[in-house]
T-cell receptor, first 113, second 115 residues
Framework: DAKTTQPTSMDCAEGRAANLPCNHSTISGNEYVYWYRQIHSQGPQYIIHGLKNNETNEMASLIITEDRKSSTLILPHATLRDTAVYYCIVRFILTGGGNKLTFGTGTQLKVEL | KAGVTQTPRYLIKTRGQQVTLSCSPISGHRSVSWYQQTPGQGLQFLFEYFSETQRNKGNFPGRFSGRQFSNSRSEMNVSTLELGDSALYLC??????????????FGPGTRLTVT
């Protein structure tokens, strides 16, 4: 799986958009970008994933650059409950299955009043 | 739909003992993965089971083992516990199809303390 680089920490004001960047310059054509978050002492929570097109769901939007070397997770209106560690993961999907997530150190997002 | 459940939630064991942790996946999910989380090493993949077969394995010693039952429930066993095995053990389930992308859903974890 390709390596990812994320800032160690970010702050965001409540109600504003939180934009979390991720660099994955060595990504290959058949690797997906996944985002998870982990609120203190809980299990990680799936947020969104994409291959090359931008994606949006009820939680967030994922913007992947055209060359796929980086992506941004956008929380449109951050709340205090969005304070968590956010993990960007690049995963190769093997034909025949296989489920292994390689977590990095992630970005600690702190949402403040 | 009920989420992933793990039992027990907290456990205290002594060095040299063994422990078994249990995970019940989301109904309909056939893949169960296990992860270990420690402050020093972060989240690390242990292994994955699909249809009662181990499909992937991380870089952990043989003291860590697992199995999956026909109803997709999974157990993880750690023998000859060491102090360094103190961690949060997380289980994740997914549909686990043969191809394509699919998200994993994590349980709340079992907090194991080895004294």
């Amino acid at each position: 799986d390709a390596k990812t680089t994320q800032p160690t920490s970010m702050d965001c004001a409540e109600g504003r958009a939180a934009n979390l960047p991720c660099n994955h310059s060595t990504i290959s054509g058949n690797e997906y970008v996944y985002w998870y978050r982990q609120i203190h002492s809980q299990g990680p929570q799936y947020i969104i994933h994409g291959l090359k097109n931008n994606e949006t769901n009820e939680m967030a939007s994922l913007i992947i650059t055209e060359d796929r070397k980086s992506s941004t997770l956008i929380l449109p209106h951050a709340t205090l409950r969005d304070t968590a560690v956010y993990y960007c993961i690049v995963r190769f999907i093997l034909t025949g299955g296989g489920n292994k997530l390689t977590f990095g150190t992630g970005t600690q997002l702190k949402v403040e009043l | 739909k009920a989420g992933v459940t793990q039992t027990p939630r907290y456990l205290i064991k002594t060095r040299g003992q063994q422990v078994t942790l249990s995970c019940s996946p989301i109904s309909g999910h056939r893949s169960v993965s296990w992860y270990q989380q420690t402050p020093g090493q972060g989240l690390q993949f242990l292994f994955e089971y699909f249809s009662e077969t181990q499909r992937n394995k991380g870089n952990f010693p043989g003291r860590f083992s697992g199995r999956q039952f026909s109803n997709s429930r999974s157990e993880m066993n750690v023998s000859t516990l060491e102090l360094g095995d103190s961690a949060l053990y997380l289980c994740a389930s997914s549909l686990g199809g043969l191809a394509g992308s699919y998200e994993q859903y994590f349980g709340p974890g079992t907090r194991l303390t080895v004294t």
